[in-house]
């Protein structure tokens, strides 16, 4: 039985686990979810490397959402840099999923990107593991989450 590790913070305005949540349970079986909540996005890649190391995890989804002011954006930059090496070092998958306040311009606004993305990442992870030939089949298709699919480039003929 394959398990997923699921971290996520209190800092978020959204509760992006939720969704996450949601749609892992709708995409099948032959997992286990392990969850770990920290304050704060930099405390990310520990809740991952305690959800890989001492949980078992196969794999994690690190849950975030940066404010919007500067400074939280080069939070959310540390807190990438520290989910890459803790996948490095682990060697295993971490699917990032941030929602940025700044990227739209209401509360209604935020809780439907962040529904959207952390949907569409949990879905990304479930197939990480369990069909990875589905990702390989929309390699180039230009997939966003949480936003319109911007579509393949076009060579002009």
Known sequence: MKRIGVADTTFARVDLARYALRELAAAGTG????????PGLKDLPVACRQLFGQDGADLCLALGMPGKAEY????????????????VLERKPIVECFVFESEVGSDDALEELGRRRASEHARNAYAMLFRPNDLARRAGAGLRQGFPDAGPARRAR
Request: net charge positive.
């Open 31 to 38: 997992f286990r979810v392990l969850r770990r909540t920290v």
């Open 72 to 87: 939280d954006r080069t939070c959310a930059h540390e807190a990438s840099l520290g989910l890459l090496f803790t996948a």
